[in-house]
């Protein structure tokens, strides 16, 4: 697993200059001409966080699929993500509570320093008689969104394997919708995905780590051996701590 979040890292770091060298302009601008019926090619920058979606997860003047998309994608939203992921860490340990948690914390720190210290070349909608600059799309990398749909995904799997299909569609659902509507271009989506990944494989590896050392320290290195690590997918109400399936 730390392999898979090295590679992964790495990925985010080659997009992110990839984006910033504006290599991967000439397919964001094919993403804004055709890919993007709900964009606004004049709407204004409404800086790193936009406050119409934080409190509800459309405008009401909306039509009728695009509130639909953004009901999609709206658990994916900072507000009710926390949420989301304060629930569910109620079914941890403490310990793993408080690594999903600054994993969630870390997400968004790297998201809103992606968005102010990186600006790609200009992104322009061509379908009118002279080009458009999309200016939202000039300090939109990565999305948010796209990053925390896929950590709640991995959460959720985590605590519930048997939800691990439905959150990983759901989480591949929230990019689309967030093209669709306009929201972010492609390389976007991709760069959120890619740190969403390093956030849920960064847990899951920090938790993987601690686990044999908290498995040590109760009992000697005898009993140790003989007794499966325990689960961080436990209950912190009941307090029980029934071994983890393989």
Not at 53 to 77: C, H, M, N, Q, T
Not at 233 to 242: H, L, V
Request: aromatic letters at 6%; a positive charge; charged letters at 15%.
């Amino acid at each position: 697993m730390a392999r898979a979040l090295a590679a992964t890292v790495t990925a985010l770091a080659a997009a992110a200059a990839l984006v910033a060298a504006g290599a991967a302009s000439r397919l964001d601008a094919w993403g804004v001409d055709h890919v993007m019926p709900g964009l606004d090619p004049l709407a204004q920058d409404h800086g790193v966080v936009d406050p119409t979606g934080l409190w509800r997860p459309f405008p009401l003047d909306a039509s009728w699929w695009e509130k639909l998309l953004d009901a999609g994608k709206y658990p994916a939203s900072a507000l009710v993500s926390a949420a989301v992921v304060a629930l569910v860490c109620l079914r941890l340990s403490r310990r793993a509570a408080l690594v999903w948690a600054g994993a969630w914390c870390a997400l968004n720190a790297a998201e809103v320093a992606g968005k102010r210290l990186l600006e790609r070349p200009a992104v322009h909608w061509s379908n009118a008689a002279a080009p458009v600059h999309v200016t939202p799309f000039d300090h939109s990398f990565p999305s948010g969104h796209a990053a925390r749909a896929v950590l709640l995904a991995g959460l959720v799997a985590f605590v519930w394997p048997g939800l691990r299909s439905a959150a990983a569609a759901w989480a591949a659902l929230v990019p689309a919708a967030l093209v669709a509507g306009g929201d972010h271009t492609l390389s976007d989506v991709a760069g959120g995905l890619l740190l969403g990944l390093a956030a849920a494989l960064a847990a899951r590896t920090i938790i993987r780590a601690w686990t044999p050392s908290t498995s040590s320290s109760r009992g000697s290195s005898t009993a140790s051996s003989a007794t499966p690590s325990p689960s961080w997918r436990t209950s912190r109400a009941s307090g029980s701590r029934s071994p983890t399936p393989s």
